[in-house]
C-alpha cells in the first residue's frame, strides 16, 4: 500500500524502528552485556515520547490536509486558521517529560 501511493521509504523508516522496539522483537534496546555484568533497561518507557507525538501529528495534518485539497478545496483556509488558532501554540509548546528509569545490573 505504502509502494502504491509513494510512501515506501517512509513507511521503512517509520515502521522498522518502530515496530522493532514497541514488539521487542529485539533485545539490544532492553539488555546490554559488558563490563563483567548484565544491564537491564525497562521494556515499557515514555522516553523519546515527544518525537513519537510530534512526529505523529505532523503526519496527521499532513494527511489531513492532502485529503481537504483533494476532496474539499474549500475548506482549507478554515483547517489552516483552526491550525493557527488553536493548535499551533500547544503544538509548539508541548510539555517536557523527565525520564527516571530504573537500570537493574547483575
Same mark, same amino acid.
Given at each position: 500500500?505504502? %509502494?502504491?501511493?509513494? =510512501?515506501? *521509504?517512509? /513507511? ?11 514488539? #521487542?522483537?529485539? /533485545? ?9 555484568? &548484565?544491564?537491564?533497561?525497562?521494556? @515499557? *518507557? ?6 513519537? !507525538?510530534? !512526529?505523529?501529528? +505532523?503526519?496527521? &495534518?499532513?494527511?489531513?490536509? %492532502? +485529503? &481537504?485539497?483533494? /476532496? %474539499?478545496?474549500?475548506? &482549507?483556509?478554515?483547517? %489552516?486558521? =483552526? /491550525?493557527?488558532?488553536?493548535?499551533? =501554540?500547544?503544538?509548539?509548546? !508541548?510539555?517536557?517529560?523527565?525520564? =527516571?528509569?530504573? #537500570? #537493574? @545490573?547483575?
Amino acid at each position: 500500500m505504502a %509502494r502504491a501511493i509513494g =510512501k515506501s *521509504s517512509q /513507511y521503512v523508516i517509520v515502521y522498522s524502528g518502530a515496530s522493532e522496539v514497541m514488539h #521487542t522483537s529485539s /533485545y539490544e534496546h532492553h539488555v546490554r552485556i559488558g563490563d563483567g555484568e &548484565l544491564t537491564f533497561q525497562p521494556i @515499557r *518507557s515514555v522516553e523519546g515520547f515527544e518525537n513519537v !507525538f510530534r !512526529f505523529t501529528v +505532523i503526519n496527521a &495534518l499532513s494527511t489531513f490536509k %492532502r +485529503i &481537504l485539497e483533494e /476532496y %474539499r478545496p474549500g475548506e &482549507l483556509t478554515a483547517f %489552516r486558521r =483552526k /491550525y493557527t488558532e488553536k493548535w499551533q =501554540k500547544e503544538f509548539i509548546n !508541548f510539555p517536557k517529560i523527565t525520564v =527516571k528509569a530504573e #537500570t #537493574t @545490573r547483575i
